[in-house]
């Protein structure tokens, strides 16, 4: 039986583009929904709504590769082009929260608000789901008649370094400790 997953199988546009394009769709609605509605004059829902894109955006960011990873898997995407499309709505709200930084901090403060630990757990734990997202793409190729191995240490990888930087940056002692190095690196850097 022919396996379902040949790397390089579709065009770049339909293994590639096509996942990435969806997710950044995805991604653009529900951040014009969360900064627009306001003007559509439903106050008693404003609120609601707000609340609602704005948790699922960042819910969303984490669940990507779940449905991104498997699209590209599955038209023949190679590894970099998978992991790509996943983190397109990261990299999107990433770069829409520095655009809005940049008009407040130096050049330099900017690149290091990227480090700081809302935007370092989002990517681990997004990297940790593209990790979820191969596993699940390898047990379907497998009952499809691939012969990949399921359980492979790069995909264990990903996920043990989201798990790990979640405990890191957030549970450990809710966050303050990574939070402390976080300030003490921007002290180094920017207090003159």
């Known amino acids: 039986m022919k396996t379902s997953y040949q790397p390089g199988s579709q065009s ?13 769709l995805i991604w653009l609605i529900q951040r014009f929904v969360y900064t627009y509605f306001w003007q559509l004059g439903f106050p008693a829902l404003q609120e609601a709504v ?3 894109c704005g948790l699922g955006e960042r819910i969303f960011m984490v669940l990507a590769p779940l449905l991104a990873y498997s699209l ?5 995407a190679r590894g970099w082009e998978r992991l790509t499309a996943g983190f397109v709505p990261f990299l999107a709200s990433l770069l829409f ?3 809005k930084a940049a008009g407040v901090f130096s050049p330099g403060e900017t690149a290091y608000y990227a480090l700081g630990s809302p935007f370092l757990v989002f ?11 191969e596993i699940i793409c390898r047990i379907r190729n497998r009952r499809r008649g691939g012969h990949l191995r399921v359980w492979t240490l790069l995909p264990l990888s ?17 966050g303050v400790h990574w939070f402390y190095i ?6 180094a850097l920017f207090d003159f």
């Open 72 to 76: 590209a898997y599955f038209r023949g």
């Open 158 to 174: 990903a996920i043990l370094s989201g798990l790990a930087a979640l405990f890191l940056m957030m549970i450990w002692g809710g």
């Open 97 to 99: 929260e520095l655009y």
């Open 123 to 133: 990517a681990f734990l997004v990297l940790a789901m593209s990790g979820v997202a």
């Open 50 to 52: 707000a609340w609602v």
């Open 12 to 24: 770049f546009w339909m293994r590639f583009v096509f996942p990435a394009g969806l997710m950044l």
């Open 182 to 187: 976080y300030q003490s690196g921007y002290l």
